[in-house]
């Protein structure tokens, strides 16, 4: 850098200001009369007006158009009002919204009615949707086939069910609402390459897919029961990077944008907005009490073995005991673990484990997993009981079976 560059333009400028003239202002800055000529000569060009020569100089501030300079500035109050009121009509807007997110209703602790049969409050878990995902039958022998189309009638069919088994098997009663969750993997995602080769829609088409179908769900199930209360995790399969990550994982998810839309949906609607609660963590885990059962929610990614005689048994009461210790010193002990991800229906007590939407894939297939229907949990939450009514909501039709005798025996001569 060269001496006349060292200084800045308003260390120049001042300099002139102090000692009235361009050589005294040169030597008090350590310029040479060449130097601080010349930037003078840059600054009379760059429009600052500094009149006189070597023995006595002043600057003169730009002449200020009044009247031009008053109205930028009433412009300028103007635009800031504006934007000012679009921020706060936003805040109004998405503040009423978000303080149905988050929050855990009275109503799933309360003491039910005396008087009345009272069979506990239903939760419906609805996981690994896997909206997008393509299986093709010829890859799974036959046993399964997914697409977009059939995803929606079989998520309809399990909304449509729930409401069957628990109206049906257990009417007259009261419930007192109903807990739906959504716990993760509810859309393929992109995090392989031959998801995103052999889909039937991208990830973003799916998200606009699934939040069309989920919204009426909500309402339908909410008009049944009277109010909701919707807890959210994330899965694996949303995630934007390929490798997971702890630091703002949940927000680069495809799951947790579209949780807040389908929240933001709802809480648009003045008949709903009050009925149904939404509990989406900034973290991976969700907690929350039904009656006096304390329920905590994970997808199930983060417990990892298992082996081909006990399958995921012991990953799932491995990190089950984990679990507990880490709840139980934060002083957050939880009743239930609750999650999703491997997808087969298990209730084991402290754990209850989600099927899956999507079925048997080429996955499951290529790994020798367990065969099991599409399905999803059901159960209930009794104030003294605990969990009741623990069942498997099945999102196909039932096949006929074969109805040929399993063992001939040939008819006495």
């Known amino acids: 850098m060269s001496w006349n560059r060292r200084h800045t333009d308003e260390q120049i400028l001042a300099a002139l200001r102090e000692h009235g003239s361009i050589r005294a202002a040169g030597r008090a800055l350590g310029l040479s009369d060449g130097a601080i000529q010349g930037r003078v000569v840059r600054l009379r060009a760059a429009g600052h007006k500094i009149e006189g020569a070597d023995q006595a100089c002043a600057v003169v501030a730009p002449a200020v158009d009044k009247d031009r300079r008053i109205r930028e500035l009433q412009a300028e109050v103007k635009r800031l009002s504006i934007a000012e009121s679009e921020r706060e009509l936003i ?31 239903p939760t419906l878990m609805l996981s690994d949707l896997h909206f997008g995902e393509v299986v093709f039958p010829g890859q799974v022998n036959g046993v399964n086939q997914y697409t977009t189309a059939i995803a929606k009638r079989r998520l309809r069919r399990v909304v449509d069910g729930s409401v069957k088994l628990l109206r049906q098997t257990l009417s007259p009663g009261e419930f007192g609402g109903m807990v739906v969750i959504f716990g993760g993997d509810m859309v393929e995602g992109v995090i ?17 897919t699934l939040h069309d179908e989920l919204v009426p769900a909500l309402k339908a199930l909410c008009d049944e029961f009277g109010r909701l209360h919707v807890p959210c995790v994330v899965g694996n399969h949303g995630r934007l990077d390929r490798k997971p990550r702890q630091k703002k994982g949940p927000a680069l998810n495809f799951d947790w944008l579209m949780y807040q839309f389908i929240a933001r949906t709802v809480g648009g609607d003045p008949k709903y907005k009050s009925r149904i609660t939404f509990q989406i963590p900034d973290g991976y885990e969700c907690s929350w009490r039904v009656h006096g059962m304390r329920y905590m929610l994970t997808h199930g990614d983060s417990f990892k073995g298992g082996d081909g005689i006990t399958g995921p048994l012991i990953p799932w009461m491995r990190g089950d005991l984990k679990a507990r210790k880490s709840y139980g010193a934060m002083g957050l002990p939880y009743d239930v673990m609750v999650m999703g991800h491997w997808h087969q229906l298990r209730y084991l007590g402290g754990i209850v484990v989600n099927g899956s939407l999507v079925g048997y894939n080429e996955y499951a297939a290529k790994n020798h997993f367990g065969f099991e229907p599409p399905q999803q949990a059901l159960w209930l939450t009794h104030p003294t009981r605990g969990l009741t009514f623990q069942e498997a909501v099945f999102a196909d039709e039932p096949a006929p079976r074969d109805a040929r005798a399993w063992v001939s025996v040939p008819a006495a001569a």
């Open 91 to 121: 805040r109004r807007v998405v503040g009423r919204i978000d303080a149905q997110i988050g929050m855990v209703p009275d109503w799933t602790t309360a003491k039910p009615r005396a008087g009345k049969l009272v069979h506990g409050i």
């Open 192 to 208: 392989h390459d031959e998801i995103r080769d052999t889909s039937d829609e991208t990830v973003m088409q799916a998200v606009i």
